[in-house]
């Protein structure tokens, strides 16, 4: 029998509610509209159909004896599962909408269907089950003892009617049989089979496999759910084949005692609990059925739930079985506090990690040549990744670009080459404070390009300048300080200071003060971070750029970052590529930027150092340039944070667009948003951008390998 009366609710109209519902006093009228309509207002996106012109319904649930006045469909559906938004797009949910799902079986599939229905997972739902709910199903049945003696179908239908009036549900209140399984099955996208009658078990997947429907069972036994996709296979044998090729002919005339080994085989007893392994010896001794825990049975809702929601988005979702087993899952705890806790620092010989190298107590007493080795080791790198090989001799220094250490962003090396610049800034500063002039030649071409400082004892013609910074503790000491600053405005006279440091024949600095400069340039880098974190390649890249571990000695250590309280707790959230793969498939991310935005936005002053040529050789004499504004910024009171933009060594709007495959054409507007507020000379290209701020942070030293990696290495 289908739908018996008070089965299920009524879905009237303004215009054709029955009067005596409206005036009979036995019947309690609701109207929700109102606190709908409010909510409605009040979500965050909307609908891009106008949902509040839909007119209400009127949804009765006569064994309640009420009459509740509601949204119209779409805006009761739409509100109902806001909060299922980024778990389940918009399209995913129009889809579930149409989904017709058939259960049989309302003890483990009461749950099922709660489930389903919850998560908005189907249109249609029909319920099959003979049996009426007795109070020994209530350790599993989230029912009451309200509806002992009723219908388990008709139970499960009304509360998913309280639920969701518009989700239709029909009734097969005789379970199913060879009579009436074509009408039960006809027209259903999936079947959820949770009955106890092995026969019907089999009948149900005959059916489905000639009519290609792919069936679920869920078997709160350890979890396991099982996965049969008669659409893709007609073909596939019944169970996986655990028990033959079984057909619903070969069980008629067999009772229960010759069934029960082919369940058996099913279950796979080698694999089930040991307590389920026990029950089947059991039966109709110690026990009259298998026996279920309330927790197993629903867990087994939010697991099938699951299976539909990926069958709902088109995901994979193969024949087969897989087991969720909380009690193994729980064999596996672990301690978060121990396995997070520092590794020993007791040295071993056998200790194959690096040590950071430790600033030498007492730089006076190096030799010329070994000083100039240890201060062009201290030189700043992007990611902290040191891509030189430093190799010296009794009269010289060679700085050699690594191009094993690179990186997307380090598009031809460009910023490997102002790093090595800015080591042999270090070299030359080095020299200076001995009283020793240099001699600066640019060796090598392309990946193989590096720098010669060599020392010349005189003040002979081919002798470089002289650096602007001679003092040696100012450049040894020069750090990074990623902290907010105090917002508080650059003077003219420490801009000009700063633009000077940078003014020779072949780079300048654009020197930043106005806030709306600052507030445009943090609009800029919002973006930029943004993308990314959203590239997988990049965001994999930043985060092998960070590091927390004693011993390595390159990267930039996480302490540095300075990181806010709420990002903190974020941390392994925005580390995890899944997550950013969602936010990327939803368009969103907008918080990824914040930081960086943030940071900008407190600061007193940027500096976009400009070259004259895209040259790499440029990038070298340009990598000295940034170094000497970056000790000048720092002796006149200013924390100094590069903040350069994921699109700056990318020249030309092809290769900006090549750094990301979704965001390339982001790349390009935010490139050309740059050149376009703060114009170039003829030839020009930006070098770096530095964010100079003040602020009381105490800088965390740079990691460093002891005194560069030699050539020869």
């Given at each position: ?227 049969e996709r008669f659409d893709l296979d007609p073909q596939r044998p019944l169970f996986h084949g655990l028990a033959g090729d079984l057909r619903a002919a070969d069980l008629v005339g067999l009772d229960r005692a010759a069934t029960t080994p082919l369940a058996v085989k099913v279950l796979e007893p080698a694999k089930v609990t040991a307590a389920m392994a026990a029950s089947a010896l059991e039966l109709g001794q110690t026990v009259t059925a298998w026996p279920q825990l309330g927790g197993d049975v629903l867990l087994g809702g939010a697991t099938v739930a699951a299976a539909v929601r990926r069958f709902v988005q088109g995901r994979p979702l193969p024949s087969g079985r897989v087991r969720f087993d909380r ?387």
């Open positions: 029998m289908q739908n018996p009366d008070g089965a299920v609710a009524t879905i009237y109209t303004d215009d054709t509610v029955p009067a005596d519902l409206l005036s009979d006093p036995t019947i309690s009228v609701l109207d929700i509209t109102e606190s709908s309509a409010a909510a409605f207002a009040g979500l965050l996106q909307r609908s891009l159909r106008n949902l509040s012109d839909e007119p209400p319904r009127y949804a009765h649930f006569p064994w309640r004896k009420t009459l509740v006045r509601i949204p119209g469909p779409d805006t009761y559906r739409r509100l109902r599962l806001d909060r299922n938004r980024h778990k389940m797009t918009s399209s995913d949910l129009d889809r579930a909408a149409s989904l017709r799902i058939g259960i049989v079986g309302l003890s483990v599939g009461h749950s099922i269907a709660l489930t389903l229905a919850l998560e908005g997972l189907v249109g249609e739902l029909r319920l099959a089950d003979f049996d009426a709910l007795e109070l020994t199903n209530l350790n599993r049945v989230p029912s009451s003892v309200i509806d002992v003696d009723t219908n388990k179908a008709v139970i499960a239908a009304r509360r998913i009617a309280e639920i969701d009036p518009y989700v239709q549900t029909i009734c097969f209140t005789d379970g199913i049989s060879t009579e009436n399984i074509d009408e039960f099955i006809g027209g259903l996208d999936l079947v959820i089979e949770e009955c106890d009658s092995f026969d019907v078990k089999v009948l149900v997947r005959d059916r489905c496999r000639e009519l290609g429907i792919p069936v679920l069972m869920e078997t709160s036994d350890g979890g396991t759910l099982d996965v009690d193994a899952w729980l064999d596996g705890l672990t301690d978060p506090i121990a396995a997070t806790q520092p590794p020993s620092t007791d040295p071993t010989p056998t200790d194959p990690t690096p040590t950071i190298a430790a600033d030498p107590p007492d730089v006076d007493s190096m030799s010329g040549p070994e000083l100039l080795r240890y201060a062009a080791s201290r030189a700043p790198s992007a990611g902290n990744q040191q891509p030189w090989q430093i190799d010296a001799d009794d009269q010289s220094v060679t700085i050699a670009l690594d191009p094993t250490r690179t990186s997307i962003l380090d598009v031809d090396h460009r910023a490997s080459a102002l790093a090595v610049g800015a080591a042999a800034y270090n070299a030359r500063v080095a020299a200076a404070s001995r009283g020793l002039s240099t001699r600066t030649q640019v060796v090598g071409a392309g990946d193989r390009l590096g720098v010669r400082v060599a020392l010349d004892g005189d003040d002979s013609p081919s002798a470089d300048d002289a650096p602007a910074v001679t003092d040696l503790s100012a450049v040894l000491d020069r750090h990074t300080r990623r902290g907010p600053g105090d917002g508080s405005p650059m003077s003219g006279d420490d801009a000009e200071r700063v633009a000077a440091a940078a003014d020779t024949d072949r780079t300048r600095a654009i020197v930043l003060t106005d806030r709306a400069d600052i507030e445009r340039y943090a609009a800029i880098a919002a973006r930029s971070d943004r993308i990314r974190f959203l590239t997988p390649e990049l965001h994999r890249e930043m985060f092998a750029e960070l590091t927390d571990r004693p011993g390595d000695p390159t990267g930039i250590d996480v302490e540095s970052l300075a990181l806010p309280p709420a990002m903190q707790g974020m941390f392994d959230v925005i580390a995890r590529p899944d997550v950013m793969a969602l936010l990327d498939e939803w368009d969103a991310g907008e918080a990824l930027g914040a930081d960086a935005a943030a940071r900008v936005m407190s600061s007193s002053a940027l500096v976009i150092v400009v070259q004259d040529s895209d040259d790499l050789a440029a990038y070298v004499n340009a990598g000295q340039i940034t170094q000497q504004v970056w000790v000048t910024a720092e002796s006149l009171g200013f924390a100094v944070h590069p903040v350069t933009p994921t699109f700056l060594y990318a020249t030309d709007d092809a290769t900006a667009r090549g750094l990301s495959a979704r965001h390339g054409d982001e790349l390009v507007e935010l490139r050309r948003s740059m050149l376009t507020a703060w114009p170039l000379h003829e030839g020009e290209v930006p070098t770096m951008v530095l964010r100079l701020s003040r602020t009381d942070e105490t800088p965390v030293p740079s990691r460093r390998e002891p005194a560069g990696r030699p050539a020869s290495c």
